[in-house]
């Protein structure tokens, strides 16, 4: 059973940052796009940052470029978002998803397999 487990959720002051990390049981995690998306109350669910099987290629939406770091791990099977300069409007919770494309879509119909998903507050 494939399980995509996220943490590092809270909630922070605007201008603070948090670390995200998502878990995942995937037998041949090195071989998955990851990204992240985020959905904010009464909001589609968007994509926020995507990183490709190897790491070496990484996408961001145009809201958190240069705010925001995604990055892996394959030997921990693991995916990282550190959010800096946080802002109220980055207030959401925030999912963990695999794909198997070779490129990193934004559209969330492209990802298999899906977190629960953690709550990111932050305060202004």
């Known amino acids: 059973q494939v399980q995509l487990v996220e943490s590092g959720g809270g909630l922070v002051q605007a201008g603070g940052s948090l670390r995200l990390s998502c878990a995942a049981s995937l037998r041949t995690f090195s071989s998955y796009t990851m990204a992240w998306f985020r959905q904010a109350p009464g909001k589609e669910r968007d994509f926020v940052a995507g990183i490709n099987w190897v790491g070496s290629s990484t996408y961001y939406a145009d809201s958190v470029k240069g705010r925001f770091t995604i990055s892996r791990d394959n030997a921990k099977n693991t995916v990282y978002l550190q959010m800096n300069s946080l802002k109220p409007e980055d207030t959401a919770v925030y999912y963990c998803?695999?794909?198997?494309?070779?490129?990193?879509?934004?559209?969330?119909?492209?990802?298999?397999?899906w977190g629960q998903g953690t709550q990111v507050t932050v305060s202004s």
């Open positions: 998803a695999a794909g198997g494309s070779v490129n990193v879509p934004r559209l969330r119909q492209s990802y298999y397999y």
